[in-house]
């Protein structure tokens, strides 16, 4: 296990740097940080501009570029916005913490629901409640996020308000407008309605996994073996049964956690969430070329982090995985 997780951590170096260095390329050719720059600062003088292009590795050369650019994210010389001039950290730093929040909270919701409504329909093929989730689950899947994000806030807030005079839930942010301080109830208001969006795509999509991957075990020849030995059916279910179900859904947990922290883009954008999502919404649609690349650097991070965590995560379900 320890040699694999080495293996794994030596891969993801070169992985990561030819991933940035393709976003690099990506953000040169496609956002021109110089000119971006000079749009947003017009009046900027010529040495000023050449201090940009210095600081961010914007040489015309793009292999020596990246790397000017590389040494200075590794040693935290990292420049200052474009728009605002402003430190680019501490934006990054709430951005990533705001997503993390909500989409811890609505995976966890999510995942907790899917899977129960998962093997509940697997236990009864076929039946009333297995009819009932799985119609439930491609509703869920059809319904597009701007969809339900439109029409919850209209119930819960428009409607909800004409109806009893004060809305439900809020419909945007993190805190109301001039709110300093954390209010963990005020926090969890503002975040009810985005949380629930998020969580019904989960939730329709587990359940279908869960389901599929619970049939195809309870009919393999190890679980009739099982039930011949005398073991309970609580037992065969819980110790051979979901353990080896969970496996493939692992990977899909895994591929979405590591795409959490790049932001709920639609979901955040519409209830104006500061999250990473409208974080990368608002410096892509401003070429800032210095909160673009810290943001693609973490989304790559995240990703290789959680497929490394998907891996060891087979060998505790099945024992028969050897990762060595």
């Known amino acids: 296990m320890f040699r694999f997780v080495l293996r794994r951590v030596a891969w993801s170096i070169p992985t990561l740097l030819l991933v940035t260095f393709l976003v690099y390329l990506a953000l040169r050719i496609g956002t021109n940080p110089v000119e971006s720059y000079k749009r947003i600062n017009p009046r900027a003088s010529k040495a000023k501009i050449q201090q940009y292009i210095d600081v961010n590795g914007l040489d015309p050369n793009f292999v020596q570029g990246y790397f000017t650019w590389l040494k200075n994210f590794i040693t935290g010389d990292w420049p200052r916005s474009i728009k605002g001039s402003r430190e680019v950290w501490p934006k990054l730093k709430d951005s990533i ?22 093997v509940f329909a697997a236990l009864r093929p076929g039946g009333r409640r297995d009819v009932f989730i799985n119609t439930s689950a491609f509703v869920g899947i059809s319904i597009p996020p701007y969809i339900s994000a439109i029409l919850f806030q209209l119930l819960f807030a428009v409607y909800w308000q004409r109806w009893f005079g004060a809305s439900l839930f809020p419909t945007s942010g993190v805190y109301p407008p001039g709110h300093s301080g954390f209010d963990l109830v005020l926090m969890v208001k503002h975040m009810a309605l985005p949380t629930i969006v998020v969580a019904i795509q989960v939730i329709a999509v587990y359940s279908r996994y869960m389901r599929s991957s619970l049939l195809d075990v309870l009919n393999s020849d190890y679980m009739r073996t099982a039930r011949s030995k005398g073991i309970s059916e609580r037992r065969v279910l819980l110790k051979h049964g979901m353990r080896n179900a969970l496996i493939p859904v692992v990977t899909i947990a895994a591929l979405d956690a590591g795409s959490i922290v790049g932001g709920l883009i639609i979901t955040e954008n519409i209830f104006d969430y500061p999250g990473m999502g409208v974080y990368f919404l608002k410096s892509f649609g401003e070429g800032d070329f210095p909160l673009l690349m810290p943001w693609m650097v973490v989304i790559v991070a995240s990703v290789l982090l959680f497929n490394l965590i998907a891996d060891i995560s087979y060998a505790w379900l099945d024992p028969r995985i050897r990762l060595d």
């Open 97 to 118: 913490a705001n997503s993390l929040r909500l989409g811890i909270a609505a995976t966890v919701v999510g995942i907790s629901i899917g899977l129960f409504a998962g």
